[in-house]
């Protein structure tokens, strides 16, 4: 039996985690489920959107599934997802993304593993917010030291990129490139620009590089990435990022595949797993039995490899391949278009790869 954290989250992640362990739960796998909840609700009743019970149970399980959690922009509580991630030390965000026969993509074939830095750059939560006394010092500090001005009305967010980091990351990305067979690591910077920050991260990547000689390396600056994506992915294989281009680059991966309905994603640590999707909790959804479950359907196809199920998780697999395939019970975001009322509802696309489960 496996214990697994569970966390439902906010928005639509309540319907797309019953959906989600429903189908799990079809595949025979003993799996005792802590269910814990984080998210806009249990801050609004307990003033915390992240209680020290969740985090408990996630610590003594080392595997969650989790929902999507709902960031309030520029005011209320900050993100319980980066909050998680440095917390847990989660420094791995971990995003396959492949093109699955049947959906509606303009791209065939596409086979790309994300690999994005989860704990620092603009992500760290180091922020001063314009006007208060310590920005003021700051950006004092930074025209006495540096001569370059910033005006008094700015907000300031860091951004910090480690050797350390960066090596743990770029390991992850050639590690698992050689574990799956995988034949090369484009790392992805702006380091023309950001001399000192991405440029530490290339330099580093470059170093860690020396030491896989079995695999190809390459590096890519951001912008140029995202052209190349459109214009040829099937040209990229692993991908590792510092934070923040990790978080775009994901969605325009997710983009290439169909959408984020199919995106699924791992967060991980050296000890602790947190499985999630790739998108948010999609607000003016919630409560319609509408979206996608498919990207934490798969997220929980990761979580099952994760966990040692390997054959229970290539059923799941192969009874999701077989849904989109036949394209009958799929959400409205897989069809050719969103009013289509053919459109399955989220209860349906889990009924129907139960139904296909052997
Ligand atoms: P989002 O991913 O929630 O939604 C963007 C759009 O993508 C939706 O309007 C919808 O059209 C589509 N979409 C997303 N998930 C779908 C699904 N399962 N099926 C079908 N269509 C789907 O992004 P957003 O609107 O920018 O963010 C909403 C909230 O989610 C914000 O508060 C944000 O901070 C949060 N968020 C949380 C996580 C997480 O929990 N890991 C990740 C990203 C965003």
Redesign the pocket.
């Known amino acids: 039996m496996h214990a697994v954290t569970l966390i439902p ?1 906010d ?2 992640g309540p319907e ?1 985690t019953e959906a989600t362990k429903r189908v799990i739960e079809a595949t025979g796998v003993d799996i005792k489920w802590d269910i814990c909840k984080a998210g806009e609700e249990v801050f609004e009743r307990e003033g915390t959107p992240l209680p020290q019970d969740t985090l408990d149970s996630i610590k003594k399980n080392k595997v969650a599934l989790k929902g ?6 520029g005011k209320g509580f900050r ?1 319980v ?1 980066v909050t998680l991630r440095q917390t847990l030390d989660l420094y791995c965000c971990l995003r396959p993304c492949k093109t699955f026969k049947g959906a509606r993509t303009r791209f065939e074939n596409i086979d790309l593993i994300i690999v994005r830095e989860n704990t620092e750059d603009l992500y760290a939560g180091i922020e001063f917010e314009k006007g208060s006394d310590i920005t003021n010092k700051l950006i004092k500090f930074i025209i006495d030291s540096t001569g370059k001005t910033i005006r008094s009305d700015s907000g300031i967010s860091i951004k910090p990129i480690s050797i350390y980091a960066t090596e743990r990351i770029v390991r992850f990305a050639f590690d698992y490139a050689r574990k799956n067979n995988r034949k090369k690591v484009t790392a992805v910077h702006k380091a023309n620009i950001m001399k000192y920050s991405d440029g530490l991260f290339l330099d580093t990547a470059r170093n860690v590089s020396k030491r896989y000689n079995d695999i190809e390396f390459e590096d890519k600056i951001v912008d140029n990435m995202c052209m190349q994506l459109v214009q040829k992915p099937e040209f990229y294989d692993v991908i590792v990022l510092p934070n923040l281009y990790g978080d775009i680059i994901s969605d325009l991966a997710a983009g290439l595949i169909g ?3 199919l995106a699924p994603g791992a967060n991980l640590s050296n000890e602790i797993a947190v499985f ?10 919630k409560g319609m039995n509408k ?3 498919l ?1 934490m359907i798969l997220s929980g196809v990761m979580m099952l490899k994760h966990l040692g199920e390997g054959e229970a998780a290539k059923r799941l697999e192969n009874a999701i391949e077989k849904v989109i395939e036949e394209g009958k019970y799929v ?1 409205y ?1 897989m069809k050719p278009k969103s009013d289509d009322p053919t459109a399955a509802t989220t209860s349906m696309v889990a009924d129907a790869i139960i139904e296909k489960l052997i």
């Open positions: 989250g928005g639509i797309i999507p959690i709902t960031t309030p922009v993100s997802n959408g984020l309905g999630e999707p790739v998108h948010g909790s999609a607000p003016k959804y979206v996608n479950p990207a959400t975001d």
